[in-house]
């Protein structure tokens, strides 16, 4: 059985950056893809961006300038780094697995609420 | 963009009768490579991720219930529970797969018992 267990600071300082930590349990790392997809409180889903076991990435347009997602397919590890964090990014992040046949988020981290606060 | 909306925002529906959840797309979603539509369905409960329940427009993951249908292409497609349970109390997203970004979800349909 999948299982993606995530961590990270959950408050920050506007202008800080934001680190989230994604660890796959069971099943294959490489042949998916990992995402990143946050949910600002009582809002809908925003996908972040996505990595694959050997580090291609692809970035949402909106974000990309301040993301960075890495992994280290040692320990079937990915990450996330977000700089210069306003409040605007406060959300629960999740990770996922991207299911490449069909394009979907089939298994999901517990998420990670993250505040930005001065 | 590709934007996602969907209607209602949210809907009531007594216990046993039909919810019916719509999503559109500004662009089409279907793939001319395999005749495929990437369009997903998800049910979130509170404090809970996401769950996959449909993809490709409207094949059903494994084990989700009978009682959650889709349907549609192109555009303009459906979500139907056709008979609600208690443990369908939830938020649905849609979600597709194909221009830039890569994902894209819809706001969201809140499902509420009458």
């Known amino acids: 059985q999948v299982q993606l267990l995530q961590w990270g600071a959950g408050l920050l300082k506007p202008s800080e950056t934001l680190s989230l930590t994604c660890v796959v349990y069971?099943?294959?790392?490489?042949?998916?893809?990992w995402s990143w997809i946050r949910q600002p409180p009582g809002k809908g889903l925003e996908w972040v961006g996505e990595?694959?076991?050997?580090?291609?990435?692809n970035y949402n347009p909106s974000l990309e300038s301040r993301v960075t997602i890495s992994v280290d397919t040692s320990g079937k590890v990915f990450s996330l780094r977000m700089s210069s964090v306003t409040a605007a990014d406060t959300a629960v992040y999740y990770c996922?697995?991207?299911?490449?046949?069909?394009?979907?988020?089939?298994?999901w981290g517990q998420g990670t609420p993250v505040t930005v606060s001065s | 963009d590709i934007v996602m909306t969907q209607s209602p925002d949210s809907l009531a529906v007594s216990l046993g009768e039909r919810a019916t959840i719509n999503c559109k797309s500004r662009?089409?979603?279907?793939?001319?490579?395999?005749?495929?539509?990437?369009l997903a369905w998800y049910q979130q409960k509170p404090g809970q991720p996401p769950k996959l329940l449909i993809y490709?427009?409207?094949t059903r993951e494994s084990g989700v219930p009978d009682r959650f249908s889709g349907s549609g292409s192109g555009t303009d497609f459906t979500l139907t529970i056709s008979s609600l349970r208690p443990e369908d109390v939830a938020v649905y997203y849609c979600?597709?797969?194909?221009?830039?970004?890569?994902?894209?979800f819809g706001p969201g349909t809140k499902v509420d018992i009458k």
């Open positions: 979600q597709q797969y194909y221009g830039t970004p890569l994902f894209t």
């Open positions: 990595i694959n076991h050997s580090g291609s990435t």
């Open positions: 069971g099943g294959s790392f490489s042949g998916y893809y």
């Open positions: 996922a697995r991207v299911e490449l046949a069909k394009n979907v988020f089939d298994y």
């Open positions: 490709w427009a409207s």
């Open positions: 662009q089409s979603v279907l793939h001319s490579s395999n005749n495929k539509n990437y």
